[in-house]
Protein backbone atom coordinates (compact mmCIF):
# COMPACT_ATOMS: atom_id res chain seq x y z
CA UNK A 1 0.00 0.00 0.00
CA UNK A 2 2.75 2.18 1.13
CA UNK A 3 4.31 1.84 -2.48
CA UNK A 4 1.50 2.51 -4.35
CA UNK A 5 0.36 5.89 -2.03
CA UNK A 6 4.45 7.15 -3.16
CA UNK A 7 3.57 6.18 -6.87
CA UNK A 8 0.67 8.29 -6.91
CA UNK A 9 2.05 11.11 -5.07
CA UNK A 10 5.27 10.97 -7.53
CA UNK A 11 2.38 11.07 -10.56
CA UNK A 12 0.79 13.48 -8.78
CA UNK A 13 4.24 15.77 -8.92
CA UNK A 14 4.74 15.36 -12.80
CA UNK A 15 1.40 16.00 -14.00
CA UNK A 16 2.20 19.35 -12.16
CA UNK A 17 5.27 19.35 -14.15
CA UNK A 18 3.43 18.59 -17.32
CA UNK A 19 0.73 21.03 -16.80
CA UNK A 20 3.62 23.86 -16.08
CA UNK A 21 5.61 22.65 -19.09
CA UNK A 22 2.40 22.30 -21.33
CA UNK A 23 1.62 26.11 -20.10
CA UNK A 24 5.03 27.50 -21.20
CA UNK A 25 5.01 25.98 -24.42
CA UNK A 26 1.78 26.85 -25.53
CA UNK A 27 1.65 30.69 -24.22
CA UNK A 28 5.68 31.27 -25.31
CA UNK A 29 4.29 30.18 -29.07
CA UNK A 30 0.85 32.51 -28.59
CA UNK A 31 3.29 35.54 -27.26
CA UNK A 32 5.51 35.44 -30.06
CA UNK A 33 2.76 35.96 -32.49
CA UNK A 34 1.26 38.76 -30.21
CA UNK A 35 4.46 40.52 -30.60
CA UNK A 36 4.40 40.43 -34.18
CA UNK A 37 0.71 42.00 -34.28
CA UNK A 38 2.28 44.80 -32.67
CA UNK A 39 4.35 45.61 -36.40
CA UNK A 40 1.73 44.71 -38.89
CA UNK A 41 -1.17 46.48 -37.45
CA UNK A 42 -2.93 43.84 -35.43
CA UNK A 43 -4.00 42.27 -38.70
CA UNK A 44 -3.80 38.82 -37.60
CA UNK A 45 -1.62 37.62 -39.49
CA UNK A 46 1.38 35.29 -38.61
CA UNK A 47 5.30 34.83 -40.01
CA UNK A 48 4.51 31.43 -39.17
CA UNK A 49 2.85 29.37 -42.12
CA UNK A 50 -0.30 27.17 -41.44
CA UNK A 51 1.24 23.58 -41.27
CA UNK A 52 3.92 24.68 -38.66
CA UNK A 53 1.17 26.20 -36.77
CA UNK A 54 -0.99 22.94 -36.41
CA UNK A 55 1.61 20.47 -35.87
CA UNK A 56 4.05 22.78 -32.83
CA UNK A 57 1.96 21.17 -30.24
CA UNK A 58 0.66 18.10 -31.90
CA UNK A 59 4.37 16.76 -32.56
CA UNK A 60 7.29 18.83 -31.90
CA UNK A 61 6.40 19.68 -28.10
CA UNK A 62 3.51 17.24 -26.87
CA UNK A 63 5.57 13.74 -26.91
CA UNK A 64 9.06 15.05 -25.52
CA UNK A 65 6.37 16.77 -22.01
CA UNK A 66 4.83 13.61 -21.88
CA UNK A 67 7.42 11.06 -21.50
CA UNK A 68 9.34 13.69 -19.12
CA UNK A 69 5.92 13.75 -16.90
CA UNK A 70 5.23 9.99 -17.24
CA UNK A 71 8.76 8.27 -16.86
CA UNK A 72 11.11 11.02 -14.77
CA UNK A 73 11.98 9.74 -11.67
CA UNK A 74 11.88 12.42 -8.60
CA UNK A 75 13.36 10.13 -5.97
CA UNK A 76 13.65 6.21 -5.60
CA UNK A 77 10.95 4.39 -4.31
CA UNK A 78 13.19 3.69 -0.82
CA UNK A 79 13.57 7.40 -0.22
CA UNK A 80 10.17 7.80 -0.90
CA UNK A 81 8.99 5.16 1.68
CA UNK A 82 11.68 6.12 4.26
CA UNK A 83 9.54 9.89 5.16
CA UNK A 84 6.44 11.04 4.39
CA UNK A 85 7.48 14.55 3.81
CA UNK A 86 8.62 13.69 0.60
CA UNK A 87 5.79 12.61 -0.86
CA UNK A 88 3.26 14.74 0.86
CA UNK A 89 3.86 18.33 -1.09
CA UNK A 90 2.44 16.29 -4.23
CA UNK A 91 -0.72 15.14 -2.22
CA UNK A 92 -0.99 18.56 -0.36
CA UNK A 93 -1.02 20.57 -3.71
CA UNK A 94 1.98 22.42 -3.24
CA UNK A 95 3.86 21.88 -6.41
CA UNK A 96 1.62 23.46 -8.91
CA UNK A 97 0.40 26.64 -6.82
CA UNK A 98 -1.00 30.08 -7.45
CA UNK A 99 2.16 31.97 -7.28
CA UNK A 100 4.35 29.28 -9.14
CA UNK A 101 1.31 29.93 -11.99
CA UNK A 102 1.84 33.26 -12.43
CA UNK A 103 5.79 32.73 -12.57
CA UNK A 104 5.14 30.30 -15.17
CA UNK A 105 2.95 32.75 -17.50
CA UNK A 106 5.93 35.63 -16.66
CA UNK A 107 8.62 33.21 -18.09
CA UNK A 108 7.06 32.38 -21.02
CA UNK A 109 6.37 35.83 -21.93
CA UNK A 110 10.13 36.57 -20.91
CA UNK A 111 10.63 33.60 -23.55
CA UNK A 112 8.84 34.77 -26.42
CA UNK A 113 9.95 38.48 -26.20
CA UNK A 114 13.45 37.14 -26.55
CA UNK A 115 12.65 34.77 -29.19
CA UNK A 116 10.93 37.53 -31.01
CA UNK A 117 12.80 40.52 -30.49
CA UNK A 118 16.20 38.84 -31.30
CA UNK A 119 15.30 38.36 -34.28
CA UNK A 120 13.85 41.52 -35.15
CA UNK A 121 17.12 43.16 -34.12
CA UNK A 122 19.16 41.05 -36.03
CA UNK A 123 17.12 41.00 -39.25
CA UNK A 124 16.48 44.45 -38.86
CA UNK A 125 16.87 46.48 -41.80
CA UNK A 126 17.26 43.66 -43.84
CA UNK A 127 15.69 42.16 -47.34
CA UNK A 128 14.34 39.14 -45.51
CA UNK A 129 10.94 38.19 -46.32
CA UNK A 130 8.00 37.04 -43.53
CA UNK A 131 8.30 33.59 -44.57
CA UNK A 132 11.95 33.71 -43.88
CA UNK A 133 11.44 35.55 -40.40
CA UNK A 134 8.96 33.02 -39.54
CA UNK A 135 10.92 30.05 -40.19
CA UNK A 136 14.03 31.24 -37.76
CA UNK A 137 11.06 32.61 -34.83
CA UNK A 138 9.93 29.06 -35.86
CA UNK A 139 12.82 26.80 -34.64
CA UNK A 140 13.80 29.15 -31.76
CA UNK A 141 10.94 28.55 -30.25
CA UNK A 142 10.87 25.23 -30.51
CA UNK A 143 14.34 24.80 -29.46
CA UNK A 144 13.79 27.20 -26.48
CA UNK A 145 10.77 24.95 -24.86
CA UNK A 146 13.07 21.64 -25.87
CA UNK A 147 15.78 23.10 -23.66
CA UNK A 148 13.49 24.47 -21.19
CA UNK A 149 12.17 20.92 -20.35
CA UNK A 150 15.72 19.22 -20.41
CA UNK A 151 16.11 22.10 -17.35
CA UNK A 152 13.30 20.25 -15.90
CA UNK A 153 14.39 16.85 -16.59
CA UNK A 154 15.52 15.04 -13.26
CA UNK A 155 17.02 11.75 -14.67
CA UNK A 156 17.76 10.98 -18.08
CA UNK A 157 17.67 8.04 -19.77
CA UNK A 158 17.76 6.81 -24.21
CA UNK A 159 14.13 7.30 -24.22
CA UNK A 160 14.54 11.06 -22.65
CA UNK A 161 17.60 11.64 -24.79
CA UNK A 162 15.43 10.11 -28.11
CA UNK A 163 12.23 12.28 -27.44
CA UNK A 164 14.20 15.75 -26.13
CA UNK A 165 16.44 15.82 -29.26
CA UNK A 166 14.21 13.52 -31.61
CA UNK A 167 11.52 16.75 -31.42
CA UNK A 168 14.55 19.58 -32.58
CA UNK A 169 15.71 17.13 -35.31
CA UNK A 170 12.20 16.17 -36.39
CA UNK A 171 11.29 19.96 -36.63
CA UNK A 172 14.32 20.42 -38.94
CA UNK A 173 13.90 17.10 -40.78
CA UNK A 174 10.07 17.66 -41.27
CA UNK A 175 10.68 21.33 -42.42
CA UNK A 176 13.39 20.42 -44.96
CA UNK A 177 11.28 17.97 -46.85
CA UNK A 178 7.99 19.94 -46.46
CA UNK A 179 9.55 23.15 -47.71
CA UNK A 180 11.95 21.50 -50.26
CA UNK A 181 7.86 20.68 -52.20
CA UNK A 182 6.16 23.85 -53.88
CA UNK A 183 2.91 23.85 -52.07
CA UNK A 184 1.81 26.93 -53.82
CA UNK A 185 0.45 28.85 -50.83
CA UNK A 186 -0.89 31.97 -52.07
CA UNK A 187 -0.45 33.81 -48.14
CA UNK A 188 3.04 32.32 -47.00
CA UNK A 189 4.87 30.56 -49.66
CA UNK A 190 7.49 28.32 -47.65
CA UNK A 191 9.42 26.67 -51.06
CA UNK A 192 12.91 26.83 -50.11
CA UNK A 193 12.78 29.49 -47.40
CA UNK A 194 14.70 27.06 -45.20
CA UNK A 195 17.73 26.63 -47.85
CA UNK A 196 18.24 30.18 -48.11
CA UNK A 197 17.54 31.50 -44.53
CA UNK A 198 20.26 28.63 -43.83
CA UNK A 199 23.02 30.00 -46.23
CA UNK A 200 23.04 33.36 -43.84
CA UNK A 201 24.96 33.40 -41.30
CA UNK A 202 22.85 35.59 -38.82
CA UNK A 203 19.84 32.54 -39.18
CA UNK A 204 22.61 30.47 -36.82
CA UNK A 205 23.39 33.30 -34.43
CA UNK A 206 19.58 33.96 -33.74
CA UNK A 207 19.55 29.84 -33.12
CA UNK A 208 22.28 29.98 -30.69
CA UNK A 209 22.15 33.19 -28.98
CA UNK A 210 18.42 33.03 -28.60
CA UNK A 211 18.21 29.80 -25.94
CA UNK A 212 20.98 30.90 -23.69
CA UNK A 213 19.37 34.17 -23.35
CA UNK A 214 15.67 33.09 -22.98
CA UNK A 215 16.48 30.35 -20.58
CA UNK A 216 19.34 32.06 -18.18
CA UNK A 217 17.28 33.83 -15.68
CA UNK A 218 15.08 30.24 -15.04
CA UNK A 219 18.40 28.26 -15.00
CA UNK A 220 20.02 31.17 -12.05
CA UNK A 221 16.97 30.76 -10.34
CA UNK A 222 17.23 26.84 -10.13
CA UNK A 223 20.59 27.30 -9.14
CA UNK A 224 20.03 29.39 -6.48
CA UNK A 225 16.86 28.15 -5.42
CA UNK A 226 18.93 24.09 -4.74
CA UNK A 227 21.84 26.04 -3.10
CA UNK A 228 20.12 28.27 -0.86
CA UNK A 229 16.35 27.71 -0.45
CA UNK A 230 16.06 23.64 -1.14
CA UNK A 231 12.89 21.16 -0.50
CA UNK A 232 13.00 18.65 1.44
CA UNK A 233 12.85 16.35 -1.90
CA UNK A 234 15.92 18.34 -3.79
CA UNK A 235 17.57 18.02 -0.26
CA UNK A 236 16.95 13.88 -0.55
CA UNK A 237 17.53 14.17 -4.05
CA UNK A 238 21.21 15.65 -3.08
CA UNK A 239 21.69 13.13 -0.54
CA UNK A 240 20.97 10.29 -3.32
CA UNK A 241 23.25 12.03 -5.34
CA UNK A 242 26.39 11.89 -3.01
CA UNK A 243 25.53 8.69 -1.83
CA UNK A 244 25.31 7.16 -5.65
CA UNK A 245 28.95 8.57 -6.19
CA UNK A 246 30.14 7.32 -2.96
CA UNK A 247 29.31 3.75 -3.25
CA UNK A 248 31.02 4.02 -6.83
CA UNK A 249 33.96 5.38 -5.34
CA UNK A 250 34.51 2.65 -2.93
CA UNK A 251 33.17 0.00 -5.90
CA UNK A 252 36.02 1.49 -7.81
CA UNK A 253 38.81 1.19 -5.05
CA UNK A 254 37.77 -2.22 -4.52
CA UNK A 255 38.00 -3.66 -7.84
CA UNK A 256 41.31 -1.75 -8.09
CA UNK A 257 42.60 -2.94 -4.84
CA UNK A 258 41.42 -6.76 -5.98
CA UNK A 259 38.97 -7.33 -3.50
CA UNK A 260 36.26 -7.64 -5.76
CA UNK A 261 38.06 -10.52 -8.22
CA UNK A 262 36.71 -13.73 -8.81
CA UNK A 263 38.62 -16.85 -6.87
CA UNK A 264 41.03 -18.50 -8.67
CA UNK A 265 39.78 -22.64 -9.49
CA UNK A 266 41.85 -25.06 -9.31
Known amino acids: FGCAVCVCAVCVCYVCVCCVCTRVCQQ ?25 LIIFNLIYTSLPILVVAIADQDLHAETLLRDKCYY ?81 VLTFTFNMIYMAIDTKQSIIDTYWVLYVAATNP ?19 AKVIEQEWFPSCVQQARA ?28
Open 88 to 168: RQGQQSRVYTRWRFWLTMLDALYESAVVFFIAYGVYFNTDVGVAEFGVVINFSIVITTSLHLALETLHWTWVHHLVLWGSI
Open 202 to 220: AYWFVLLITPIIALLPRLV
Open 239 to 266: LEGRSSRYQGHLLGRAFSQGLCAQPHTA
Open 28 to 52: AFAAVLFWYQLFNGFSASTPIDGVN
